[in-house]
């Protein structure tokens, strides 16, 4: 069964960072390309960041580009989003997807990111 | 970027009703659309893919059509537990994006 954890949500003043992780198991992680999908307090779904199954294919969403940095570790079946210079908008709840045709087929259960002062 | 639009936002129906949603692309995306069944606290639940193609273990009265620009999502018989929010989602180009989602409240 595949399952995605994600962990890192928390509550950060404006400017400032946090890192998210998502942990899989249950399938081949390096064969499968992933992505963070947000979403804000009662908002529909925001598509964030992509990356390809080898780490080099890398998408971002425009407003989090140099803000956000979306990697992964293969050898530890884990996705990472180091989130930087976070805004009040950047608050929502983030989910790690599995997608091997560009959305996604398994999702986590959420981590909750609130961005105030 | 590719505007989705979904329609209607709120959805009233009865169980047993045959519901329809509908997505427009602002630009030909071929298949690549995808849709999504999405419950209050719970993360999206894959529907269909490629328009048409019914995820694994997703009931058959969910049915998905449409190329191009237009695209449908069908239930043809509602169930007490499709009261829910759908979205759709297209994977032709960067940014992926999302419809704003259509939410099916009880009559």
């Known amino acids: 069964e595949v399952q995605l954890v994600e962990s890192g949500g928390g509550l950060v003043q404006p400017g400032g960072s946090l890192r998210l992780s998502c942990a899989a198991s249950g399938f081949t992680f390096g064969r499968f390309s992933m992505s963070w999908v947000r979403q804000a307090p009662g908002k529909a779904l925001e598509w964030v960041a992509h990356i390809g199954n080898d780490g080099r294919e890398l998408n971002y969403l425009d407003s989090v580009k140099g803000r956000f940095t979306i990697s992964r570790d293969n050898a530890k079946n884990s996705l990472y989003l180091q989130m930087n210079s976070l805004r009040a908008e950047d608050t929502a709840v983030y989910y790690c997807?599995?997608?091997?045709?560009?959305?996604?087929?398994?999702w986590g259960q959420g981590t909750l990111v609130i961005v105030s002062s | 970027d590719v505007l989705m639009t979904q329609s209607p936002s709120t959805l009233s129906a009865s169980v047993g009703d045959r519901v329809t949603i509908t997505c427009r692309a602002s630009?030909?995306?071929?298949?690549?659309l995808v849709w999504y069944q999405q419950k209050p606290g719970k993360a999206p639940k894959l529907l269909i893919y490629r328009a048409s193609t019914l995820q694994s273990g997703v009931p058959s009265r969910f049915s998905g059509s449409g190329s191009g620009t237009e695209f449908t999502l069908t239930i043809s018989s509602l169930q007490p537990d499709d009261f829910a929010t759908y979205y759709c989602q297209q994977h032709d180009h960067y940014p992926r994006t999302f419809g704003q989602g259509t939410k099916v409240e009880v009559k």
């Open positions: 997807s599995q997608g091997g045709g560009g959305y996604g087929v398994a």
């Open positions: 630009q030909s995306i071929s298949s690549w």
